[in-house]
């Protein structure tokens, strides 16, 4: 398949969706927990842009919904709670220190190209002719792990969880022209649930532990000093 | 591809490369000129840089008793290297000979060899600014040409070639096509850009404050002609970046014959990409503060992971099967 032959809608879905790739490596790297939740929002509306761009471009009118519902879930509602989070715990200045924050990237680059070299099957398909992206949000939700994997701060870990969130919701809209409403909206619902849930639990972490370092919760006893 | 037998096309060639080195001081005016304003001064006149080179050709050189032959050579091999890596550029003509016989990593490969030159003379002379200087340019060029070699790399996938000539009217002759990858290469091309012609984020070309320039500290003990070639290349350099930058994933307007009115056409565009390009170039120092020098491997990590994400999209969305 050439990109020549697509049309300038579907070429604008290809460009959206590698620059949604580019947030999820800028979230890895992101130090600030604000500057990562504006990352976070930008990515959502980034999917959104793709939702609608597919819905002009096959003329699927339900996917407009999906878009909006996106648009609405991701770029603002669920930013703006985690934001009024990180101000209820007073945690707008946080900086976390990366460890090694070349070599995630790097192990991050690897990713890309498992997901590529693991989803090269379904190029031969004869799907939507935007099925190339699978590879794209496979790696956004690998991303996505990688980074819950890698940090220690809850906040950042949940916003990791979302973003593969938004790598399936990416596979879906790109290969298969989105899922039934039903099924869109009961994953909407799953979504912010777990948003207002993760808030209840921070603050509980934070009782318990004094901080949101998930480290912390490995050490059986209180004491500074017993900290490595 | 050019016809390098073509005796028409070596004129074309050379008065192209004289032209280069002639309008490259004017760009430097320019985008001075831009970034004063922008900042609340009138700031210097156009003809400011050739004033000075003149007056620097016309000056004695000094060169201290403890220097080598290198010191007194690596301005003329500097100029020379950087002057070379223009003419494979096209800047109004795609059909250039030069373009022919000499690719894009002959282009890597001579902005390499001038600035080992460059880096060998700072050192030459003994002075602790002269080696802090060269240290930090190759700490900065050593992570800076992986970026570029990578963001060239995916331009000439899609191109199927190396050479800049094909490589431009490629681009030209597919129209308007939105591709992901030459989104990601632009940007990494940009920051390498900024990085190796020590503008505002990397080096501060307008000051010589002693404990963060890079440049200037290596070429702190050149006075006269040496000074005004290392000058005068450097001016070339910031030039050179532009118009591959503004030809390569801009074309539209270059000619591709020898005809009056196409190379008058030619000449325009690439007038207006300059003067475009050196605008976006002093908003950004304008905005930009000046960073520690710790902090430019992250920056120039940024560039090589913008031009890998340009290759990897390249061959996930725009190969397919």
Redesign the interface.
């Known amino acids: 398949m050439n990109l020549l032959q697509l049309s300038l809608l579907e070429q604008a879905i290809f460009v959206s969706a590698a620059l949604i790739l580019f947030v999820s490596f800028s979230l890895l790297a992101q130090r600030r927990l604000v500057a990562s939740i504006h990352a976070f929002a930008w990515q959502g509306a980034l999917v959104a842009a793709v939702a609608a761009l597919v819905a002009a471009a096959s003329g699927e009118n339900h996917l407009y919904m999906s878009a909006i519902l996106t648009f609405g879930l991701k770029a603002l509602l669920i930013p703006w709670m985690l934001h009024r989070l990180v101000r209820m715990l007073e945690l707008e200045r946080h900086v976390e220190q990366l460890k090694r924050p070349a070599l995630v990237i790097m192990a991050g680059a690897a990713l890309v190209i498992f997901s590529y070299w693991v989803s090269l099957p379904i190029g031969r398909l004869d799907m939507a002719a935007t099925r190339n992206i699978v590879a794209i949000s496979l790696s956004v939700v690998m991303l996505g792990l990688l980074m819950m994997v890698t940090r220690q701060q809850a906040v950042v870990q949940v916003i990791g969880f979302m973003s593969m969130e938004n790598g399936l919701f990416l596979a879906a809209v790109a290969a298969t022209h989105g899922m039934p409403l039903v099924v869109e909206l009961g994953i909407a619902f799953d979504v912010l649930v777990a948003a207002v849930i993760f808030g209840v639990f921070f603050f509980h972490i934070r009782e318990n532990i004094d901080s949101l370092d998930v480290d912390r919760l490995n050490l059986l006893t209180e004491k500074e000093d017993d900290k490595p | 591809m050019a016809d390098y037998l073509n005796p028409a096309a070596w004129i074309f060639a050379f008065i192209q490369a004289l032209l280069f080195a002639a309008a490259a001081p004017l760009l430097v005016a320019w985008v001075r000129r831009v970034k004063s304003r922008l900042q609340n001064r009138s700031g210097p006149e156009l003809m400011q840089p050739y004033r000075d080179l003149y007056k620097l050709f016309g000056k004695q050189a000094m060169v201290s008793q403890n220097t080598s032959i290198i010191f007194r050579a690596a301005p003329y091999i500097v100029f020379c290297t950087t002057w070379l890596a223009a003419a494979i550029i096209p800047l109004v003509v795609t059909q250039l000979p030069t373009a022919a016989i000499a690719d894009v990593i002959v282009l890597v490969g001579f902005l390499a060899l001038g600035r080992f030159f460059l880096a060998l003379a700072g050192m030459d002379v003994g002075t602790a600014f002269g080696g802090m200087g060269s240290s930090r340019e190759m700490l900065i060029s050593a992570l800076a040409e992986p970026a570029m070699l990578l963001a060239v790399f995916t331009v000439a996938m899609t191109a199927h070639s190396t050479n800049l000539s094909s490589v431009i009217e490629h681009v030209l002759n ?1 129209g ?6 030459y ?2 290469a632009l940007f990494a091309l940009m920051l390498v850009a900024v990085a190796e012609t020590g503008r505002i984020p990397i080096d501060n070309p307008a000051t010589h404050l002693e404990l963060t320039m890079v440049h200037e500290a290596m070429i702190l003990e050149y006075s006269g002609r040496h000074l005004a070639l290392m000058e005068w290349a450097a001016h070339i350099k910031l030039m050179l970046y532009g118009v591959l930058i503004a030809n390569v994933f801009f074309p539209w307007g270059i000619a591709t014959n020898f005809s009056t009115s196409a190379v008058a056409i030619g000449l325009l565009a690439i007038t207006l990409k300059l003067i475009l390009l050196a605008i976006i170039l002093a908003i950004s120092e304008t905005v930009l503060a000046k960073m520690r020098l710790f902090r430019a ?2 920056y120039l ?1 940024l560039a090589l ?2 031009a ?2 340009g290759m ?2 390249h ?4 190969v ?2």
């Open positions: 597919s308007i096509i939105l591709r992901p990858s989104l990601f491997p992250q990590n992971l913008l890998l994400l990897l999209s061959v996930i969305l725009e397919g099967t």
